[in-house]
């Protein structure tokens, strides 16, 4: 089941959003939709490669522009997928975010997950616990009876 997202959530594609961080809260399916919601000629959405992400610098690597102000942006491939706002000083100031999109079938539920249980070491067979014993054997052969807060011996 497909799920659509407005980018910046309330904010919406704008400059005071870290989109870094609003991206990392969603996992991203094929099949989704982003929704850039922004006032026509004061933004835009490009979709760009990593390197022109990274760089801000969209002279090459772009794969498609978005200027409406009302872009959706279907996710069809299980790729990271790279976007930016190429209006001057809006990328570098933070307009952009990258993500990975997975494949829905293929993704794992946490409630799905079962690991096997754990089997605990017995400790008859245990080294360390021959080991602890053998030591305080030996400081109870040490300490006089009256100053040894217990009487336990192992």
């Avoid at 930016?84 to 952009?96: E, V």
């Avoid at 021959?130 to 336990?152: A, M």
Wanted: proline share 5%; hydrophobic share 35%; glycine share 8%.
């Amino acid at each position: 089941m497909a799920s659509v997202y407005t980018v910046g959530d309330q904010d919406e594609w704008s400059s005071q959003t870290n989109y870094a961080s609003w991206a990392g809260t969603y996992n991203f399916s094929r099949g989704d939709v982003l929704v850039f919601k922004y006032m026509k000629g004061q933004h835009n959405v490009y979709e760009v490669t990593e390197d022109t992400f990274r760089s801000c610098d969209a002279s090459s690597g772009v794969l498609a522009k978005y200027e409406s102000g009302e872009d959706e942006v279907a996710l069809n491939e299980v790729k990271k997928y790279w976007f930016i706002c190429n209006f001057a000083g809006h990328c570098l100031g933070g307009m952009r975010f990258g993500i990975k999109v997975k494949d829905a079938t293929n993704l794992t539920h946490f409630k799905d997950i079962h690991p096997p249980p754990i089997q605990p070491t017995p400790l008859h067979n245990s080294c360390s616990t021959y080991f602890v014993s053998q030591r305080w054997t030996l400081i109870l052969n040490f300490i006089p009876l009256g100053l040894f807060p217990f009487n336990y011996y192992l």
